[in-house]
């Protein structure tokens, strides 16, 4: 069982940046795929990025440039640096992660994690 808690979100003016972070616990080894997920205000779910168990990672396009995703494995942390934000960024970030999995990215818009959080919200004005 792991478990995700996100925090980092908050209210910025477009072209501002914010780093989200995903504190995942509750499994040993920290070495397993993770994600970002985003939910806008319709609903609409979107996979941002994607990380693996050896650094490797991936991005939806429209993130691409924008968004880094990182992981500190001495603290078991995922990390999400946000750059160059627009108001159509704007939604509710949550992670996701899979311990059963060393690789996802190949496939982390469709893979279905079974693990996520409960979500952070990021609010970028215009």
């Known amino acids: 069982q792991v478990q995700l808690v996100e925090s980092g979100g908050g209210s910025v003016e477009a072209g501002g940046s914010l780093r989200l972070s995903c504190t995942a616990s509750g499994y040993p080894n920290p070495r397993y795929c993770m994600a970002w997920f985003r939910q806008f205000p319709s609903n609409e779910r979107e996979a941002v990025a994607a990380w693996d168990k050896d650094g490797s990672t991936a991005y939806a396009d429209s993130v691409k440039g924008r968004f880094t995703v990182s992981k500190d494995l001495a603290t078991n942390i995922l990390y999400l640096e946000m750059n160059n934000l627009k108001p159509e960024d704007t939604a509710v970030y949550y992670c996701?992660?899979?311990?059963?999995?060393?690789?996802?990215?190949?496939?982390?818009?469709?893979?279905?994690?079974?693990?996520r959080g409960r979500g952070t919200q990021v609010t970028v004005s215009s």
């Open positions: 996701a992660a899979d311990s059963s999995r060393e690789y996802c990215r190949r496939e982390f818009t469709t893979h279905e994690y079974p693990y």
